[in-house]
């Protein structure tokens, strides 16, 4: 079965205190990206990932990093996070047909 | 500039009606269309796609979309609506024609249905 998983599901978490959230995708599929949803902003894309070794900034960078190392894998490293990435997090891979992970609701504190 | 534009934040409708999600895009050449829906607390899943061929595509769960070229518009439809349609539609577009990331998926903002019992 095609499938993305991302986890964690849930996370509080105090501002500063590194955290990675991973995603894992079964497809093959080079093209991987995150995005966050925020209300009234719809989707926006973070980073993005033609393929191993490959990643770029998407529209809203800033305060992420991101790693493709692996072709399955493209975990989001927040390195020092903030209350403003308190946000819903979306793994996606695939680009024609985009296969979304089921999210990562942050809050920050 | 690409764009797509969704001009309903909320659509209600009573169930067993048709319902229609309106979505117009900006994108030149021949783009391709995508619906997505989102169930609370859920990721995004795919309901269908417009690439080439026929311009009324049908997906998911009884949902189907018309493609106009010449309005720019993937507007969603289903004949009779379920309580359960209740959900956050996207609409998305790509180009495929452009290099790199430029070939990403664009979305529209989202537009909530309300199916009333």
């Known amino acids: 079965e095609a499938q993305v998983t991302q986890n964690p599901r849930y996370l509080i978490t105090v501002t500063g205190k590194k955290l990675t959230v991973t995603c894992s995708q079964n497809?093959?599929?080079?093209?991987m990206s995150w995005y966050r949803q925020d209300p009234g902003l719809g989707l926006r894309q973070i980073y993005y990932?033609?393929?191993?070794?490959?990643?770029d900034k998407g529209d809203v960078p800033e305060g992420y990093k991101v790693s493709r190392k692996e072709k399955r894998n493209f975990p989001l490293i927040l390195e020092s996070p903030s209350p403003n990435q308190t946000s819903l997090y979306f793994c996606?891979?695939?680009?024609?047909?985009?296969?979304f992970g089921q999210g990562t609701r942050l809050t920050v504190v | 500039a690409q764009s797509v534009a969704q001009p309903e934040d909320q659509v209600n409708v009573a169930e067993g009606n048709p319902l229609t999600v309106k979505c117009t895009y900006s994108?030149?050449?021949?783009?391709?269309l995508f619906w997505y829906v989102q169930y609370p607390n859920r990721g995004l899943q795919f309901l269908l796609k417009?690439?080439?061929?026929d311009n009324l595509v049908k997906g998911s769960y009884g949902f189907e979309a018309e493609f106009n070229k010449s309005q720019t518009s993937f507007h969603l439809k289903k004949p009779s609506a379920l309580v359960s349609d209740s959900a956050l539609y996207f609409c998305a577009v790509r180009d495929p024609f452009r290099a790199g990331n430029n070939r990403k998926l664009i979305w529209g903002l989202g537009t909530s249905l309300a199916v009333n019992p």
């Open positions: 994108v030149s050449g021949n783009p391709y």
């Open positions: 990932s033609m393929n191993v070794e490959v990643t």
């Open positions: 417009y690439i080439t061929g």
């Open positions: 996606a891979s695939g680009n024609t047909e985009a296969f």
């Open positions: 497809m093959n599929h080079e093209y």
